[in-house]
């Protein structure tokens, strides 16, 4: 297995396809085409390897550095994945969200623990209309012929019957029926994983045979009354990480159905999202290795967190970004990265005990 990570970004061009502003439907977008200098990515320590190879959420991020960056990468790596079919984090789907539409369904927090000491947030979904329907439902632009993995975890303390659809335009191309009630099973395309304190995680699969923008809707059955609910939590999309560079090539595609996009730096909008979702399932999870337990550590990923979200805001609300100004802070997320691996490297190859280690780095991060 290869250690050297390379994140080489040579001179390309960013394209971007023309789309009416929603201030004035005749002003488009031009396109602009920007040269980057070349930089790279420290080599990672033969000591670090291990750990940050077993380490989801960081293999998450490279994926998306590299796999998903605006253009192709000259000579790129190999990626050092011990299974190239094992999935990966793609999408968040929050059920509190201003891009999440609900329909007939009130969201709250819940106060109860998930399973296996897991940081995440449980929610409470209810019916709160006789009505036909009630559902959660969000939109993602699908890429045909990619496994997509939608999972969420949940348990029976109320209703217990829903489905899991996926639509294109108002017509259903895919559905699965899963129970929470241990006494009635799931549809057969229901993959169920028992956890601890009788959470389940249900998986649904679903491979679309068209490139296009689909609604993905988890709502009650048809025989739900006003004020039924469930509990959830984790609801998210993955899929295998071979795939996220063929997902890289629709960037424009994807980040073109953002209405809110201002600037023309399409494929830059996306691939800076993807970082941004995965560094906060990073640092949300808070799964570092105990040897880069530290502050100084998680200090600089909060700093490139931070970095990522000024650009990103930028890119997608300032139609008059300057292209030097981008140059420099793309080369200046290069140069937090690296600060990052390099703090890590000092870590696994320090003499110190771990007490003055520990001491000495967050003298040092803070």
Not at 112 to 136: C, G
Request: charged share 25%.
């Amino acid at each position: 297995m290869k250690y050297l990570f390379l994140f080489i970004v040579p001179l390309f061009l960013l394209s971007c396809e023309e789309r009416a502003t929603p201030k004035t439907a005749t002003q488009a977008h031009k396109v602009k085409s920007i040269d980057f200098e070349e930089f790279k990515l420290i080599d990672i320590s033969p000591k670090a390897q291990t750990d940050l190879y077993q380490w989801k959420s960081f293999q998450s991020l490279l994926q998306v550095m590299l796999a998903m960056a605006p253009s192709k990468i000259k000579n790129p790596p190999l990626l050092p994945l011990s299974n190239p079919d094992s999935l990966l984090l793609y999408s968040r789907l929050y059920p509190i969200n201003s891009q999440t539409v609900l329909t007939n369904i009130y969201v709250e927090r819940d106060w109860r623990a998930p399973a296996e000491s897991a940081k995440d947030t449980v929610f409470r979904i209810e019916k709160n209309k006789e009505a036909s329907t009630a559902n959660l439902q969000w939109e993602r632009f699908l890429v045909a012929g990619i496994p997509y993995t939608w999972s969420f975890i949940s348990k029976k303390v109320g209703y217990d019957r829903f489905h899991l659809s996926f639509l294109e335009g108002t017509q259903e191309v895919y559905t699965a029926f899963f129970s929470l009630d241990p006494l009635v099973s799931s549809g057969k395309n229901v993959k169920t994983t028992s956890l601890s304190d009788d959470w389940k995680q249900y998986k649904v699969v679903f491979t679309p045979k068209k490139s296009a923008l689909y609604t993905l809707r988890l709502s009650f059955d048809e025989e739900a009354k006003m004020n039924d609910n469930a509990i959830f939590y984790r609801s998210v999309l993955e899929l295998p990480a071979k795939d996220f560079p063929k997902v890289g090539q629709y960037a424009s595609k994807i980040a073109a159905e953002n209405t809110q996009v201002e600037s023309s730096y399409y494929s830059v909008f996306f691939w800076l999202v993807q970082i941004e979702d995965a560094l906060k399932e990073l640092l949300h999870d808070d799964a570092f290795p105990e040897q880069i337990e530290v502050p100084a550590v998680k200090a600089r990923f909060r700093l490139f967190e931070t970095q990522i979200k000024v650009l990103t805001d930028n890119v997608r609300n300032n139609p008059d970004f300057k292209e030097e100004t981008l140059k420099a802070q793309i080369k200046q997320l290069g140069g937090t990265f690296n600060s990052i691996l390099a703090r890590i490297n000092n870590l696994y190859d320090s003499n110190l005990d771990e007490r003055m280690q520990y001491i000495e780095v967050s003298e040092e991060g803070e």
